[in-house]
């Protein structure tokens, strides 16, 4: 017993502010959070205050820019293709999230079913997403090429439906069309995945006690999958609409934003500005018109689908 | 006799250890009047291949400049869409490669964070003969005699056609101007051959040939003190013109980007277009006989001459510019001077089939030009071409409005029928003012 207390009382000293240090939550806490915070400030936080800090200034590649309050976006507001920039994000988002979230919520409940070789088919689903987006965005472009489309080929030369190629990219909807459903594509696995892990979650004896109460197959898609599949609907629904609207590879790749800009995104549009075009403050004011967007979109996902109170078990409203 | 006496000290000097020695001495004997720093190393950034030699006899002629001088030179190549933004980084953050052969204004662009470069140009220029008119317009910044990069080639984009069908259609040759151009693309059109002109948002092809079109005419964004004056009777003549052969083309040129001319070409589909001189090199020399055997039906012409009674074919051209954050500037002049002399440009020239047309005089005796008549025209690139943002001095606005496309969009958006030609002349105007307005 001696003995055990003098080496307490001996180690205490030595290891007493380290170890008490240690001990104190407040310095754990700090401690652990600083890296995740360095991380989030030099990465995130920096280059997000610096885009917004070069919206307000004439700042040009190669040289510094002054600040000049909200010239840019003065300047923006006049600016037809800008405008069209908007329109045509808004319209590519919109269309492209109902597109995407309506086949693959139907692809998710076909694979919800039992079918042969589950496991393999949901891997091929997956293929469009993990494909790089510039590999498909090259596909789709053969896709489209106004010479040498397979589409037109196939229509044209082998079944003879129409008599000329189809001019995909050459005029204004035909290009957006073409985008539109090419990003859908790329967006579907992403939803279908989500939407069936979220239908996997669903107790079976919900769909049996609404058998009993004698529901169809409408009745019980729509009371019991709808709202259970709410809350991952809400949050897959957020991101995809962040996805799509920020999306700049596809386009990029497949047009370039022609014919005649019609199919510039803003995000496309910010960058051409901004590096190729050496305006630097223009392109991040462009950059940073698109946050307001952004953060309306996620608040929609949020308040509208995911704030209902069945969430907190008290039924559906 | 200089050739076999240099590679002979370059091959004594080898041998010699000591690395600084060996690469004054080489140099010195070049005529070069450049040390190169002790324990230098080079980064050369420049825009990617188009014909396969291009790469490669690059990479040899920059080993050797090692072997010679004992500087070791890491060569990287970029996309050309990439290699704007590439430079713009590497010239705002102050990092990066040492020397970057870069796309026609960028040197303008960075002129200040540029290494004086009038000492190599001189020394180039007086011993092959001078520079081509392109040649200083580029390398020399603004209204000075200050050089800022060495031009090192230039492709140009005359017109490109197949003998056959433009006999057929009853024409000898490409017309000189641009009445017969009209009709003779309007028979093609009719003999189920059209001429396609890229239309969409193309570097190269579709700045060819709106700029030729426009200029032809006697159109130009801006004049000389860079007051934006593209909104004038020439430029609506122009589009008029552009519209009527707009109905000429294959369907489908408004979405073309730089290859969609050479796919169409390559497989036929089209009779008349404007490229490099790569094209018909790589049907020339493809495997497939078929393709090959149009390469023998493949020649070239100048784009027809308008109003404005001068050549106004335009060229990309590339500048090797050496940045003020090296901190081996004298290693890179004398790397550049290496590239540019005789026994290695001669050699580069001549591998690329004369992609990159020279923009030093003596180099138009280069044996690549007689190597086979049909390429002779590209020769002369660097003689007769105009600069992008012609007649205006080169500034941050000539390669803002060239990157926002305004001059493609304008002259697609009217032949297509999109916008009357009034409009797209007063919306080119309105677009180009915002960037020619400081």
Same mark, same amino acid.
């Given at each position: 017993m001696t003995a055990t207390a003098d080496s307490w009382s001996a180690s205490e000293p030595r290891a007493s502010w380290l170890a008490r240090l240690f001990d104190s939550k407040p310095f754990l806490i700090a401690l652990c959070l600083t890296p995740a915070i360095g991380l989030l400030m030099v990465f995130l936080t920096y280059p997000l205050g610096l885009g917004i800090w070069l919206a307000f200034t004439d700042a040009r590649i190669g040289r510094g820019g002054v600040f000049i309050g909200f010239e840019n976006f003065e300047?923006?507001?006049?600016?037809?293709?800008?405008?069209?920039?908007?329109? %045509?994000?808004?319209?590519?988002?919109?269309?492209?999230?109902?597109?995407?979230?309506? @086949?693959?919520?139907?692809?998710? @409940?076909? @694979? %919800?079913?039992?079918?042969?070789?589950?496991?393999?088919?949901?891997?091929?689903?997956?293929?469009?997403?993990?494909?790089?987006?510039?590999l498909s965005a090259i596909a789709f472009w053969w896709i489209y090429d106004p010479q040498f489309s397979i589409i037109s080929y196939v229509l044209v030369d082998v079944l003879g439906w129409r008599d000329s190629y189809i001019d995909?990219?050459?005029?204004?909807?035909?290009?957006?069309?073409?985008?539109?459903?090419? %990003?859908?594509?790329?967006?579907?696995?992403?939803?279908?995945?989500?939407?069936?892990?979220?239908?996997?979650?669903i107790s079976p004896s919900l769909y049996e006690a609404a058998m009993l109460d004698g529901a169809n197959a409408w009745q019980r898609f729509r009371h019991v999958t709808m709202p259970m599949l709410m809350p991952i609907l809400a949050v897959v629904l957020t991101f995809s609409v962040l996805f799509t609207f920020t999306d700049f590879q596809l386009v990029y790749a497949i047009t370039r934003g022609g014919p005649v800009n019609s199919t510039h995104l803003m995000a496309t549009l910010a960058f051409q500005r901004g590096i190729p075009g050496g305006q630097l403050g223009e392109g991040a004011a462009i950059a940073v018109v698109m946050i307001p967007f952004l953060?309306?979109?996620?608040?929609?996902?949020?308040?509208?689908?995911?704030?209902?109170?069945?969430?907190?078990?008290?039924? %559906?409203? | 006799m200089s050739y076999s006496r240099r590679r002979i000290l370059l091959a004594g000097a080898g041998a010699v250890a000591a690395p600084h020695l060996i690469s004054s001495g080489a140099l010195a004997q070049g005529g070069g009047k450049f040390t190169p720093e002790k324990g230098a190393t080079l980064r050369v950034l420049r825009p990617t291949k188009f014909v396969d030699p291009d790469e490669a006899i690059f990479r040899e002629n920059s080993e050797a400049f090692t072997k010679a001088t004992g500087i070791p030179v890491r060569v990287d190549f970029a996309g050309w869409e990439d290699l704007r933004p590439q430079t713009a980084v590497s010239a705002n953050t102050g990092a990066g490669p040492d020397v970057i052969v870069g796309w026609t204004d960028d040197p303008h662009l960075y002129a200040d964070k540029l290494v004086d470069l009038t000492d190599l140009a001189g020394y180039l220029g007086d011993k092959y003969g001078g520079w081509y008119p392109l040649a200083e317009l580029y390398g020399k910044k603004n209204?000075?005699?200050?050089?800022?990069?060495?031009?090192?080639?230039?492709?140009?984009?005359? $017109?490109?056609?197949?003998?056959?069908?433009? =006999?057929? $259609?009853?024409? &000898?040759?490409?017309?000189? #101007?641009?009445?017969?151009? /009209?009709?003779?693309?309007?028979?093609?059109?009719? &003999? &189920?051959?059209?001429?396609?002109? $890229? /239309?969409?948002?193309?570097?190269? #092809?579709?700045?060819?040939?709106? &700029?030729?079109?426009?200029? $032809?005419?006697?159109?130009?964004?801006?004049?000389? =003190?860079? =007051?934006?004056?593209?909104?004038?009777?020439?430029?609506?003549?122009? /589009? =008029?013109?552009?519209?009527? /052969?707009?109905?000429?083309?294959?369907p489908g040129t408004l979405s073309w980007n730089d290859t969609s001319n050479n796919k169409a070409l390559t497989a036929g589909e089209i009779g008349l277009t404007q490229n490099g001189v790569s094209l018909y090199f790589s049907i020339k020399n493809a495997k497939d006989a078929e393709t090959a055997k149009i390469g023998a039906d493949l020649n070239h012409a100048r784009m027809p001459i308008g109003p404005a009674g001068r050549s106004t074919e335009t060229a990309l051209v590339v500048n090797a510019m050496v940045f003020k954050h090296s901190k081996y500037p004298n290693a890179a002049k004398a790397y550049l001077q290496w590239m540019m002399d005789q026994d290695q440009y001669d050699k580069w020239l001549t591998g690329c089939f004369g992609y990159w047309a020279q923009p030093l005089k003596a180099y138009a005796k280069s044996k690549v030009w007689e190597s086979d008549p049909k390429i002779t025209l590209y020769r002369d690139t660097m003689e007769n071409a105009l600069w992008y943002g012609y007649k205006g001095p080169i500034t941050e606005a000539t390669g803002a409005v060239n990157a926002e496309y305004v001059m493609v969009q304008m002259v697609a958006s009217a032949c297509s029928g999109q916008a009357t030609p009034e409009d797209a002349a007063a919306e080119a105007e309105r677009r180009a003012k915002r960037y020619y307005r400081a």
């Open positions: 300047s923006l507001l006049q600016d037809r293709v800008f405008l069209m920039s908007v329109g %045509n994000t808004v319209l590519y988002t919109v269309v492209a999230t109902i597109g995407k979230f309506a @086949l693959g919520l139907w692809l998710a @409940l076909l @694979l %919800n079913h039992h079918v042969p070789f589950k496991a393999l088919l949901r891997a091929i689903i997956l293929v469009p997403w993990i494909t790089p987006t510039v995909f990219l050459g005029t204004p909807w035909h290009a957006r069309w073409s985008l539109i459903a090419a %990003n859908i594509w790329r967006g579907i696995p992403f939803v279908a995945i989500c939407l069936l892990a979220g239908l996997q979650t953060i309306l979109a996620t608040l929609f996902s949020y308040f509208a689908l995911a704030r209902r109170k069945w969430q907190q078990g008290e039924g %559906n409203d | 209204g000075t005699n200050q050089w800022i990069c060495i031009p090192m080639g230039g492709s140009g984009g005359p $017109a490109v056609y197949r003998e056959s069908w433009v =006999k057929e $259609a009853g024409f &000898n040759g490409v017309p000189k #101007d641009l009445d017969g151009f /009209l009709k003779l693309c309007q028979a093609l059109k009719k &003999n &189920n051959h059209p001429s396609g002109f $890229a /239309l969409g948002n193309a570097v190269g #092809d579709g700045n060819s040939f709106c &700029n030729w079109l426009v200029w $032809a005419h006697g159109g130009f964004m801006v004049d000389e =003190k860079g =007051k934006v004056s593209i909104n004038s009777k020439e430029t609506i003549a122009a /589009l =008029k013109y552009g519209r009527e /052969l707009y109905q000429t083309f294959i």
